[in-house]
């Protein structure tokens, strides 16, 4: 019985130390190739306020190898946490990737120099106050026109160490303190899917792995994540591709008044009147290229509108009036018109002009 008991104890502690020991643990990848070391690169200004860094680290993939994910300002999930990076870990002849968190603090990381705030223990890039990020210029770069809440500590920077990227033998040998040991049994928060997919970008870049750079990354570290530098690229090409979209129908529609220019001339022959059109219309143009646009359409509307004096027949009517006037004139024959009234009256004045006589 004495025996019975012993082993359920045993079991029963082994039952409660084995998920403390995941969750320390939390290997998610294992191979048997230590990752290179981590290069040096300029950390860039951070570019929205309320970003946390997220340093740089060689990821690994099982067909290309080794690959760097470039550092990059990312946003916490919530406010009040910070970013534990990940690291790798040798154990039993494997080298296992231990996945970064969000927590209200900075757990173990390995003991990496990553630099940035991230010494290798604790965290020195700023602290949260007032539920606003206070960032450490000692130790981070940021766009003071944008980042305003800003101090500087020197006393948490180290310069120099290894740049081993892993923790083992051959690398970085350091244990969890005890404050380590707390913030890896809090509440955890997993990467958000901007980090996610911005860790899976930088697999599909050739230039990003270990066989192609040697260590030396095309892209060590960038201002946002990979999913949103892409994006502004692809609003930009937008407006290219919508324009090339609306050009092709305005050249379908040009199409065929070129095949109509080049048949004009064909239909106007027979026709005297259309080639002075088409004459005209060619000659428009010239005046536009010597810079004379106003005076040429202002000749040409002038004889457009010869019309108006050929409605002159109006007035015509009006001085044919005078003629009609004038028929019941000759007026000076008016007497010759009276010889013949008078003469009409001669048969009763006759004896009128006989007295003169």
């Given at each position: 019985?004495?025996?019975?008991?012993?082993?359920?104890v045993?079991?029963?502690?082994?039952?409660?130390?084995?998920?403390?020991?995941?969750?320390?643990?939390?290997?998610?990848?294992?191979?048997?190739?230590?990752?290179?070391?981590?290069?040096?690169?300029?950390?860039?200004?951070?570019?929205?306020?309320?970003?946390l860094?997220?340093?740089?680290?060689?990821?690994?993939?099982?067909?290309?190898?080794?690959?760097?994910?470039?550092?990059v300002?990312?946003?916490?999930?919530?406010?009040?946490?910070?970013?534990?990076?990940?690291?790798?870990?040798?154990?039993?002849?494997?080298?296992?990737?231990?996945?970064?968190?969000?927590?209200?603090?900075?757990?173990?990381?390995?003991?990496?120099?990553?630099?940035?705030?991230?010494?290798?223990?604790?965290?020195?890039?700023?602290?949260?106050?007032?539920?606003?990020?206070?960032?450490?210029?000692?130790?981070?770069?940021?766009?003071?026109?944008?980042?305003?809440?800003?101090?500087?500590?020197?006393?948490?920077?180290?310069?120099?160490?290894?740049?081993?990227?892993?923790n083992?033998?051959?690398?970085?040998?350091?244990?969890?303190?005890?404050?380590?040991?707390?913030?890896?049994?809090?509440?955890?928060?997993?990467?958000?899917?901007?980090?996610?997919?911005?860790?899976?970008?930088?697999?599909?870049?050739p230039?990003?792995?270990?066989?192609?750079?040697?260590?030396?990354?095309?892209?060590?570290?960038?201002?946002?994540?990979?999913?949103?530098?892409?994006?502004?690229?692809?609003?930009?090409?937008?407006?290219?591709?919508?324009?090339?979209?609306?050009?092709?129908?305005?050249?379908?529609?040009?199409?065929?008044?070129?095949?109509?220019?080049?048949?004009?001339?064909?239909?106007?022959?027979?026709?005297?009147?259309?080639?002075?059109?088409?004459?005209?219309q060619?000659?428009?143009?010239?005046?536009?290229?010597?810079?004379?646009?106003?005076p040429?359409?202002?000749?040409?509307s002038?004889?457009?509108?010869?019309?108006?004096?050929?409605?002159?027949?109006?007035?015509?009517?009006?001085?044919?009036?005078?003629?009609?006037?004038?028929?019941?004139?000759?007026?000076?024959?008016?007497?010759?018109?009276?010889?013949?009234?008078?003469?009409?009256?001669?048969?009763?004045?006759?004896?009128?002009?006989?007295?003169?006589?």
């Open positions: 019985m004495k025996n019975l008991a012993k082993i359920l045993l079991v029963a502690v082994i039952g409660f130390a084995a998920p403390k020991t995941y969750a320390q643990v939390s290997v998610g990848l294992s191979v048997r190739l230590a990752p290179p070391p981590l290069p040096v690169y300029v950390q860039p200004e951070c570019p929205v306020d309320g970003y860094w997220q340093p740089g680290y060689w990821a690994y993939d099982d067909a290309d190898g080794y690959y760097w994910v470039p550092g300002w990312v946003a916490p999930p919530d406010p009040g946490l910070l970013w534990t990076p990940c690291y790798w870990g040798y154990d039993g002849g494997i080298y296992g990737f231990h996945m970064g968190y969000w927590g209200p603090h900075v757990g173990f990381y390995g003991g990496i120099n990553y630099g940035f705030g991230y010494s290798g223990i604790g965290f020195g890039g700023g602290v949260w106050a007032g539920g606003h990020f206070r960032y450490n210029t000692a130790v981070f770069n940021v766009n003071r026109t944008i980042v305003h809440n800003t101090y500087v500590d020197r006393t948490v920077v180290h310069t120099g160490g290894s740049r081993a990227a892993f083992g033998p051959g690398g970085v040998s350091r244990q969890p303190t005890a404050g380590e040991r707390s913030a890896m049994s809090e509440h955890h928060v997993q990467p958000t899917h901007t980090q996610v997919a911005h860790q899976q970008m930088a697999a599909k870049d230039a990003q792995h270990f066989a192609a750079n040697h260590g030396k990354p095309a892209t060590a570290a960038m201002a946002r994540p990979a999913e949103h530098a892409a994006a502004p690229a692809a609003r930009a090409n937008a407006p290219a591709a919508r324009n090339a979209e609306h050009a092709a129908p305005a050249a379908r529609a040009n199409a065929p008044a070129a095949h109509n220019a080049e048949s004009r001339p064909a239909n106007a022959a027979p026709a005297a009147s259309r080639p002075q059109r088409t004459e005209q060619h000659t428009q143009p010239q005046p536009r290229a010597a810079q004379q646009p106003r040429a359409p202002q000749q040409q002038r004889p457009a509108q010869q019309p108006r004096p050929e409605q002159q027949p109006r007035p015509a009517p009006q001085r044919q009036a005078p003629p009609q006037r004038q028929a019941p004139a000759p007026q000076p024959h008016a007497g010759g018109g009276g010889e013949p009234r008078g003469g009409g009256g001669g048969e009763h004045g006759g004896g009128g002009r006989r007295p003169p006589m």
